[in-house]
């Protein structure tokens, strides 16, 4: 086998044990468990996994759990910290909420009453956890994340609620802030479902937003490029799938690069849903391109933003 070919099989290993995780963060995510996943002893995975992510197995799937957490805590905030503890793959509360404060510097409740904007300079003078752990506002915001012209998208995109069908897509898992990453994982998609004739005329090319950038930092925000295919059609092992649920979901469209999407999540939330009557179902976003984004860059292309609701 060659080289190249050692590389692929190894991607394709550690991309099949990323994937598991993010499906199952509260379940037993074991080194063993997760080398059986790719079929590679421990000690081999372990390096594998650390050369691909920069992180362990174990600081990758804590990480991963305790952003979860933090998430819901922002997005969700009637949520009682013990109901998200159950399901947050700790072994019980006060596991959690050390492991929390270890991350974070603060507690879990702490963390849940601190708007976004203060989250950073009130972490405890005496953690450096805190502060390296959570992305900078003040430097995110300097990308161009001014509240003038969060709120020129008002006239820019019209919100409504539409209902989704479930759908099945099949995907590959990139970083949200590499354009370049995101190209090519569409193209790597659209190469091999061509090659086994799996698109048609109603195929639709997806991406799937997984992380906010308030909470995760944006070069860990993690992305799925993917296409939609049938429930029952046959996956080659390159590729991952996933169901996105049936049910309401807020939609509108947008054109420009992953800032701008970003600039339009927040006029969404905080202009649109908060006096819409409804509440975020989960932390998910979705994406569907009008053209494929395999083919040019995909801030050229209209895409539509789906957001779920209840």
Not at 20 to 34: G, T
Not at 85 to 97: I, P, V, W
Not at 216 to 240: D, F, N
Request: proline share 4%.
């Amino acid at each position: 086998m060659h080289h190249t070919e050692h590389d692929k099989s190894h991607n394709t290993s550690i991309r099949m044990s990323l994937d598991y995780i993010h499906s199952n963060l509260d379940s037993d995510l074991s080194l063993e468990k997760l080398a059986a996943v790719s079929n590679y002893s421990a000690f081999h995975f372990q390096r594998l996994f650390k050369e691909h992510t920069g992180e362990t197995p174990k600081q990758y799937v804590i990480r991963l759990r305790l952003e979860r957490i933090a998430h819901f805590l922002k997005v969700f905030p009637n949520l009682s910290i013990s109901e998200l503890s159950e399901d947050s793959g700790f072994a019980s509360l006060s596991t959690f909420s050390r492991a929390f404060k270890n991350y974070y510097g603060i507690t879990p409740e702490e963390f849940k009453n601190l708007p976004h904007s203060h989250i950073r300079k009130n972490c405890k003078t005496n953690s450096k956890n805190c502060k390296n752990n959570l992305p900078d506002h003040s430097e995110f915001w300097s990308k161009g994340f001014s509240e003038s012209e969060i709120m020129e998208w008002k006239d820019k995109v019209e919100i409504s609620v539409k209902s989704i069908t479930g759908l099945t897509v099949a995907f590959i898992s990139t970083l949200l802030d590499d354009r370049d990453a995101i190209t090519h994982a569409f193209r790597d998609v659209k190469q091999v479902a061509s090659a086994r004739m799996m698109i048609n005329q109603e195929t639709k090319f997806m991406g799937m937003l997984l992380d906010i950038p308030f909470i995760t930092p944006l070069e860990k925000c993690r992305y799925r490029a993917g296409i939609t295919v049938s429930s029952t059609m046959q996956i080659p092992r390159e590729l991952s799938t996933t169901k996105i649920p049936h049910g309401p979901y807020a939609s509108y469209k947008v054109k420009g690069n992953t800032m701008s999407v970003v600039k339009s999540l927040i006029y969404f939330k905080h202009s649109w849903l908060d006096g819409s009557g409804y509440q975020l179902k989960d932390i998910t976003g979705y994406e569907i391109f009008d053209s494929s984004p395999a083919d040019r860059p995909s801030e050229q292309i209209v895409r539509e933003i789906l957001i779920p609701l209840k």
